[in-house]
C-alpha cells in the first residue's frame, strides 16, 4: 500500500524558517507529480507549490519565500519555507501522483498525506 507521511511541522515565530518533508512508501514504480497544499481554519484547502520534471511553481503568496525540491532517490519532496508569516499558518499537505501497487493491481491515483500543522506566531 502506497503511503505519504509529512514531517517537520511546528510552531515558529513570524520571519523564522522550517523545512517540511514527504516521504512515499510501499511498491512504487514512478512518481509523477508531488506537490505541497494548505488549509487554513475556515478555507479552502489551496495548492502552495508543485514540481514535475524539475519544474517548479508556486502560489504567488509563496513565491520568493518557499521552494520545492523532490529527491527521486528517496522518494521525497521537501518544502523549504523562508520568512513565514501568521497567514502562512495552516494544515500542510503533501499529495503525488503515484504509479505502483494498488491493492493487488499496479494503478496510477493520487495520495495524500494526513497533513502536518504549521502556526506562525506574530
Request: charge should be neutral; glycine fraction near 12%; charged fraction near 15%.
Amino acid at each position: 500500500q502506497v503511503q505519504l507521511v509529512e514531517s517537520g511541522g511546528g510552531l515558529v515565530q513570524s520571519g523564522g524558517s522550517l523545512r517540511l518533508s514527504c516521504a512515499a512508501s510501499g511498491t512504487i514504480f514512478t512518481i509523477l507529480d508531488m506537490a505541497w497544499y494548505r488549509q487554513a481554519p475556515g478555507k479552502q484547502r489551496e495548492l502552495v507549490a508543485s514540481i514535475s520534471g524539475g519544474r517548479a511553481n508556486y502560489t504567488d503568496s509563496v513565491k520568493g519565500r518557499f521552494t520545492i525540491s523532490r529527491d527521486n532517490a528517496q522518494n521525497t519532496v521537501h518544502l523549504q519555507m523562508n520568512s513565514l508569516r501568521p497567514e502562512d499558518t495552516a494544515i500542510y499537505y503533501c499529495n503525488a501522483e503515484i504509479f505502483g501497487m494498488d491493492g493487488a493491481l499496479p494503478n496510477t491515483r493520487t495520495y495524500w498525506g494526513p497533513g502536518t500543522p504549521i502556526t506562525v506566531s506574530s
